[in-house]
């Protein structure tokens, strides 16, 4: 890699650092000797429970179009399956993602390059200092602890922006690079139990991938966790052509009662005590997002994601820059909010999921009544109202919003825009009836019905070996 990419990376990482938690601080020792440089056959990955390091020996089994698939050794990954997700990736994914999620026939400038380039994994490809614009694709048993279908997480597949440094020891030894354009994907149980998830996860990863190799072409910092994972959401259902259903019966089970509670995506994994929490953002940032594109008139929609993909904002005002196109009061976070967390009580609502029958149908809320709730910002709850009500604050909410919906409903939530991880919640006292009622039972949550293997980001997985 050249002095000047080596330079801009650098900066860009210490950016990263700061930022989030894709290269954890773990105080262990990695498996394995990772001073010996690499062999042709050898990768380095990361022990998603423990952050360690370690190197996969591998074979490479097929070289698509677009894409190379090397698989670890012992995988039972046979060239007939490499080839036939190389043509997936070449004829579908990639296509797909490129033409929702990528700039296109852009030059990237600086003082000593003018270089041209069909998209961005072209340019992910150039970043890395190779030339074959093909992604590498590697295939392996993701160390995350894996055991129990019925119960555990998993991570499906992961990308790591520390592959485009040199290769080798970056940074004290804090993490290790390929020096390639490249995503990892998960043989088992993902492969083997849940291929067409799997599958979608190459799209999910893919879009990480670009979201990064933006913020490296537009030289901006990277984007807020909650908005690079609800693009990626949406990458999925490009490949599955459905919303996916983990995600939607997540959201509609509500296992937990943490949705219901108000948790979701705004402040990022901000319940790690409890461990399935995260999957409420999972569920709430997708539908969050396949809302704003329904709600987007077909020429918008043919852009929007682009739009929020390329923004100069890193934050919420990228997506609010482009929601005022649609509405445009919705430039402002708190009226966007307020309107998607009234449309989940009311999703066949002309503000609602219009056009999506199956979430029209799917999408339901549970409300609470008459308890001191706790909302981070971005959070919001439903109580049901009869008659007269009041509305009792402590002084201290200032960022507490109240909506009547139908005359019905009330709902609350927090329009505060700082969604650090130590951004305080603000505690609001409902005014409600038990919603137990007729008008109310056929939303009653059927909970117990959605079982594992769970799929959780990497990045969310060491957020939890850091603890």
Not at 150 to 163: C, E, H, I, L
Request: proline share 4%; aromatic share 14%; hydrophobic share 35%.
């Amino acid at each position: 890699m050249t002095k000047i990419k080596i330079v801009f990376l650098t900066a860009l990482f210490t950016a990263m650092l700061v930022s989030c938690s894709l290269f954890p601080d773990i105080n262990q020792k990695p498996n394995g000797n990772l001073d010996t440089p690499l062999e042709e056959n050898e990768f380095y990955a990361q022990n998603m429970k423990t952050g360690k390091y370690y190197k996969v020996k591998s074979r490479m089994m097929y070289e698509g179009d677009k894409c190379v698939i090397w698989a670890e050794e012992g995988s039972g990954i046979t060239q007939d399956k490499a080839e036939k997700i190389a043509g997936v990736y070449d004829t579908d994914i990639r296509p797909k993602i490129t033409e929702t999620f990528s700039k296109k026939n852009f030059n990237f400038r600086n003082e000593k390059y003018n270089e041209e380039f069909d998209d961005m994994l072209d340019f992910a490809n150039w970043l890395a200092d190779r030339d074959d614009r093909k992604l590498t694709i590697l295939l392996l048993d993701i160390k995350d602890n894996f055991k129990n279908p019925k119960t555990d997480s998993y991570v499906a597949g992961y990308f790591f922006g520390g592959n485009f440094d040199e290769k080798g020891k970056r940074n004290g030894g804090r993490y290790y690079s390929n020096s390639r354009d490249m995503i990892y994907v998960d043989t088992y149980p993902g492969l083997e139990m849940k291929p067409r998830q799997t599958y979608a996860t190459f799209a999910h990863e893919l879009q990480h991938l670009i979201n990064f190799v933006t913020t490296v072409q537009t030289g901006r910092y990277l984007m807020d966790t909650w908005v690079d994972e609800g693009l990626s959401s949406q990458a999925e259902y490009l490949y599955l052509e459905e919303n996916p259903p983990e995600k939607c019966e997540w959201f509609k089970n509500d296992r937990d009662g943490t949705i219901a509670k108000g948790n979701n995506f705004f402040v990022w994994d901000n319940h790690r005590e409890e461990p399935l929490a995260i999957l409420d953002d999972y569920a709430t940032v997708y539908l969050f997002f396949r809302w704003l594109y329904l709600q987007a008139n077909t020429e918008l929609q043919s852009h929007i994601f682009i739009d929020i993909e390329t923004s100069n904002d890193i934050d919420y005002k990228a997506v609010t820059n482009v929601a005022r196109q649609i509405n445009p009061a919705w430039g402002d976070w708190e009226t966007l909010l307020g309107t998607w967390l009234a449309a989940n009580y009311y999703p066949k609502n002309s503000y609602g999921y219009i056009g999506d029958d199956y979430l029209q149908k799917t999408i339901t809320v549970k409300p609470v009544a008459g308890q001191t709730i706790s909302l981070y910002p971005g959070e919001g709850v439903y109580s049901i109202i009869k008659g007269s009500f009041s509305i009792e604050t402590n002084g201290n909410n200032n960022n507490i919003r109240y909506a009547e919906l139908a005359g019905k409903v009330l709902l609350t939530f927090n329009a505060n825009t700082d969604n650090r991880l130590i951004a305080l919640p603000e505690i609001v006292v409902l005014t409600g009836v038990s919603p137990l009622t007729s008008q109310t039972t056929t939303r009653t949550i059927q909970t117990g019905t959605l079982t594992g293997p769970y799929v959780i980001d990497a990045r969310d997985m060491l957020n939890r070996a850091e603890k």
